[in-house]
Structure formats: C-alpha cells, structure tokens
C-alpha cells in the first residue's frame, strides 16, 4: 500500500517562500512521475508542476514559472517544491501525487487522471 507524508506548509507573508516536501513508500519511487496539485476555496484542482520519472523535464503553469521549482530524490524516494515571492494567489491546499510515468506529456486533465497515490495534503496560506 502507498503511503504519502507531506510536510513543509504554513503561514508565510507575500513575497515570502516555503519549500514542500512528500515522502512516498510503498511504490517503486524511480517508476513514477510526479506532481503537485493545488486547490483554493472554490475553486476546482490545478496542475502546479510535474517531473518525469528521471528528472531530466519539468514543467509549470504558467503562474507559478520562474517562481517555483519542482525536484526529486530517487535514491530517498523524496519529491519537493521550493516556493518563491509568494503571493495571496498561491494560497491553497496543496497536494504531492505519483502519477504513472508514461502520462508525462498528457494534458494536465488527463495527467491527473492517472494519478496513482495523492498526499494527505498541507496548507499553505499567504498573508498580503
């Protein structure tokens, strides 16, 4: 069974940064994309960023590029988000996912669609 622990959200003023972390056991980390998700108070889940299974693409929404960076550790099976100039727009729950490695290139919807193990989720909220 997968197991997903997410760490790293919080409070922060505008213009601040965090940095997520999620911890996957269970599932063979290397075999996997991964991704972050987002999801504000009435609004529906967003595609934040993703990254192949080895490391060598990435990719953003356009709202958060060139603020935020996506990374991963395979040999510690750890997955990241370093958040930068934080705003009040960025305020969301935010949630780590295994996705199967081949949905890489699928539009986000779909990407989402196959997603394979969700974290529990960690808040992060922006204070203007």
């Known amino acids: 069974q997968e197991l997903v622990a997410e760490s790293g959200g919080g409070l922060v003023q505008a213009g601040g940064s965090l940095r997520l972390s999620c911890k996957f056991t269970?599932?063979?980390?290397?075999?996997?994309?991964m991704a972050w998700f987002r999801q504000a108070p009435g609004k529906e889940r967003e595609g934040v960023s993703r990254?192949?299974?080895?490391?060598?693409?990435?990719n953003y929404a356009d709202s958060v590029k060139g603020r935020f960076t996506i990374s991963r550790d395979n040999p510690k099976n750890m997955l990241y988000l370093q958040m930068n100039s934080l705003n009040s727009e960025d305020t969301a729950m935010y949630y780590c996912?295994?996705?199967?490695?081949?949905?890489?290139?699928?539009?986000?919807?779909?990407?989402?669609?196959?997603?394979?193990?969700w974290g529990q989720g960690t808040q992060v909220t922006v204070s203007s």
């Open positions: 996912a295994a996705v199967e490695w081949h949905a890489y290139l699928f539009s986000w919807s779909d990407f989402e669609k196959r997603v394979v193990a």
């Open positions: 269970g599932l063979t980390f290397e075999n996997y994309a």
């Open positions: 990254i192949s299974w080895s490391a060598d693409s990435t």
